[in-house]
């Protein structure tokens, strides 16, 4: 297992915000075969947590802050829906 950095998560990060695509999408497109999934820990996870979430209803990452205030983990658009 190889670790991610702290700026190679902020690329997962950057990259995977405004998409619905998904965690192993975003490390094969940016890293390509060498990294995969498995070498997330669970403090990356924790990180990339803090900063945005995939939202249950419609499948897209928001920032934090756009996460409605509900118990379901939805973005403001589709809480209000």
Aim: proline share 0%; charged share 30%.
């Amino acid at each position: 297992m190889v670790e991610f950095t702290t700026e190679e998560i902020e690329q997962i990060i950057n990259y995977l915000q405004g998409t619905c695509k998904s965690i192993d999408d975003a490390i094969y497109d940016i890293f390509g075969e060498d990294r995969d999934i498995n070498d997330l820990s669970a403090g990356d996870y924790a990180s990339i947590d803090e900063r945005i979430f995939l939202c249950n209803t419609c499948g897209w990452w928001y920032e934090q802050g756009e996460m409605a205030e509900n118990d379901n983990w939805e973005c403001e658009g589709c809480a209000d829906d």
